[in-house]
């Protein structure tokens, strides 16, 4: 059983930055992890992924060049630092992971395991 938790979410205003974490134990090489986020009334959404083994990083549009996905092997932790935040970032946060990789990496349903989420809120 993989157990994650997030922290580092907050409030901030628009065009501010913050960064989200996620301890995860146990931490797996050749594993996805994946930052989602779900905004009051609407569906979880995939916003970054890095593959483990090889660090490779995917985005959703919405969030390239603004967020960064990162992870530190050694402390098992992923991490989100998010730059030049827009009021429609305001949501709550997911990390999540999964073993391998598949294209379509952005389903929140191809993950079993789920942090319990921080809050991310960008005022005007």
């Known amino acids: 059983q993989v157990q994650l938790q997030e922290s580092g979410g907050g409030s901030v205003q628009s065009g501010g930055s913050l960064r989200l974490s996620c301890a995860a134990s146990p931490y797996y090489r050749r594993w996805s992890m994946a930052w989602f986020r779900q905004a009051p009334g609407k569906e979880r959404e995939g916003v970054a992924l890095?593959?483990?083994?090889?660090?490779?990083?995917y985005y959703a549009d919405s969030v390239k060049g603004r967020f960064t996905i990162s992870h530190d092997y050694a402390k098992n932790t992923l991490f989100l630092q998010m730059h030049s935040l827009k009021v429609e970032d305001t949501a709550t946060y997911y990390c999540?992971?999964?073993?391998?990789?598949?294209?379509?990496?952005?389903?929140?349903?191809?993950?079993?395991?789920w942090g319990q989420g921080t809050q991310v809120t960008v005022s005007s």
């Open positions: 890095i593959v483990t083994d090889t660090s490779r990083t």
């Open positions: 999540a992971t999964a073993s391998g990789y598949r294209t379509d990496w952005y389903r929140p349903e191809l993950y079993p395991f």
